[in-house]
C-alpha cells in the first residue's frame, strides 16, 4: 500500500512538473508540441464553435472575473465588418475552464490562426507567436516578408514565429 502511495504521489509531481510548466520551458518545437497536444480539444472547440457563430475572426480578453472585453468580425466580402456587442461567451467556454484569459482568433485562408499565443527571443528582439491549424498554410500569408517563420509541428498544426 506504501508503495502504491509513493507511486501516485511521484506521478502527481511528474505530471505537473511535466505539463503544467510546459509554458515556462525553454523556446522549443518540443515546447510548442507539448502544448499545443495539452490544449488542442480547447483550441478547437473555440475555433468550431466560432465558425458556428459566423465570424471570421474574434478578440476576448478577461480583465477580472466579471470583466471582460469582447470583438468579433464577419467577412463583408474582401474586408472584415466589424460586430457590435458580440457575445461570445459560447466560444469562450472551454478557454475559460481551461484557465486561459484571452484569445484572439483569425481566419486566414482555409487556416485558423491563434494569435498572440506566446513571445520569443531571436536575434531581433522580443517576437510574438501564433499557432495555425490547417492545410496548405503559405508562408508569405502569415510571415513577415522575407522572413521564414512557419513550422509544421505535427498534423495540420503549425508554429508561426513572426
Not at 62 to 84: D, H, R, T
Request: one cysteine or more; charged letters at 20%.
Amino acid at each position: 500500500m506504501k508503495k502504491l502511495l509513493l507511486y501516485l504521489s511521484l506521478s502527481l509531481i511528474i505530471y505537473f512538473v511535466t505539463f503544467k510548466t510546459v509554458p515556462y520551458w525553454p523556446e522549443s518545437k518540443v515546447k510548442h508540441v507539448v502544448y499545443v497536444l495539452l490544449n488542442s480539444k480547447s483550441f478547437v472547440k473555440a475555433i468550431r464553435a466560432t465558425e458556428q457563430e459566423g465570424y471570421v475572426s474574434i478578440q476576448w480578453v478577461q480583465i477580472a472575473p466579471e470583466n471582460e472585453v469582447s470583438l468579433a468580425w464577419v467577412s463583408a466580402g474582401a474586408k472584415y465588418q466589424e460586430v457590435s456587442n458580440p457575445d461570445l461567451s459560447r466560444i469562450v467556454v472551454p478557454y475559460k475552464e481551461s484557465g486561459f484569459s484571452s484569445l484572439w482568433l483569425q481566419k486566414e485562408g482555409e487556416a485558423w490562426i491563434l494569435r498572440k499565443a506566446f513571445t520569443f527571443k531571436s536575434e531581433y528582439g522580443i517576437g510574438e507567436g501564433a499557432y495555425a491549424l490547417g492545410k496548405n498554410i503559405d508562408s508569405k500569408d502569415v510571415c513577415l516578408p522575407k522572413v521564414q517563420c512557419l513550422e509544421n509541428l505535427f498534423d495540420n498544426w503549425y508554429v508561426i514565429k513572426n
